[in-house]
Nanobody, 124 residues
Framework: QLQASGGGLVQAGGSLRLSCAAS????????MGWFRQAPGKEREFVAA????????YYADSVKGRFTISRDNAKNTVYLQMNSLKPEDTAVYYC???????????????????WGQGTLVTVSS
């Protein structure tokens, strides 16, 4: 029900835009988040939209470089990634949280639905 795409290989300093298309149900009343997992590391929070869509949250490591946005008409959430660094290399996952629930937006257990992941590789 969540399909992530847009990953690829990019040089350091470059940009990518990830997309997360939702289908099968509405996600407009849920927190929508992006997480990433590098090899040998735990899944970590990247960015999220509050369920109302009025607030955004970012990990300190990506603040100022990444931007989360959503298009409710297309039921799609985006992650624009600029000034990419080799340490951004990871599999990126989109996720949808519980309806009308913002708490714990940075924690994977707060999310009910996950996309399959898309690989981002940043070369130095």
């Amino acid at each position: 029900q969540l399909q992530a795409s847009g990953g690829g290989l990019v040089q350091a300093g470059g940009s990518l835009r990830l997309s997360c298309a939702a289908s099968g149900r509405t996600f407009s009343n849920r927190v929508m988040g992006w997480f990433r997992q590098a090899p040998g590391k735990e899944r970590e929070f990247v960015a999220a939209f509050s369920w109302s869509g009025r607030s955004t949250y970012y990990a300190d490591s990506v603040k100022g470089r990444f931007t989360i946005s959503r298009d409710n008409a297309k039921n799609t959430v985006y992650l624009q990634m600029n000034s990419l660094k080799p340490e951004d290399t990871a599999v990126y996952y989109c996720a949808a949280g519980r309806p009308y629930y913002n708490s714990d937006y940075a924690l994977p257990p707060a999310y009910d639905y996950w996309g399959q992941g898309t690989l981002v590789t940043v070369s130095s």
